[in-house]
């Protein structure tokens, strides 16, 4: 994907992010990610039913990086198995530590390919899908 398209779609989801804003549901599972070496601090919302992701949202202060890879990572995820969504987590961490990965199975968050060229945005890139990391890692298949 050219370089200026990637970086038209990370400001479109910096700009307008997807879901952003928390709710009162108990039936969400709550994790709240902070990068200790900057400002991204996020709250995460997951609902998951029969094993599939009905719903994420976010709200906090984060980075463009954080904050759009954040939205794409929703765009992604909502609507799939968890055991999709584990494997989407997989390829998208081993594409940011420059391993092999599925690129057709990452869809829009494969706009991220770039970012190990500046190892100190990793952790920006990561935040959120650590997060998810930690609510579907709770929940079975």
């Not at 759009?68 to 494997?87: F, H, N, P, Y």
């Not at 770039?114 to 298949?141: M, S």
Request: glycine fraction near 4%.
């Amino acid at each position: 994907m050219d370089s200026n398209l990637k970086r038209t779609i990370i400001l479109e989801h910096y700009q307008n992010p997807k879901n952003k804003g928390l709710i009162n549901d108990d039936s969400y599972i709550n994790v709240n990610m902070n990068n200790e070496s900057c400002i991204d601090e996020i709250n995460l919302m997951v609902k998951i039913e029969d094993g599939i992701i009905k719903d994420i949202r976010f709200d906090g202060e984060a980075c463009a990086i954080c904050t759009s890879a954040t939205s794409v990572m929703i765009s992604t995820l909502i609507g799939k198995s968890v055991s999709d969504a584990k494997e989407i987590l997989r390829n998208y961490e081993y594409m940011i530590d420059e391993k092999d990965y599925n690129e057709e199975l990452l869809e829009e968050a494969s706009i991220y390919s770039d970012i190990a060229k500046q190892p100190n945005r990793k952790k920006c890139a990561l935040l959120a899908w650590w997060g998810i990391k930690k609510v579907i890692g709770e929940n079975k298949d």
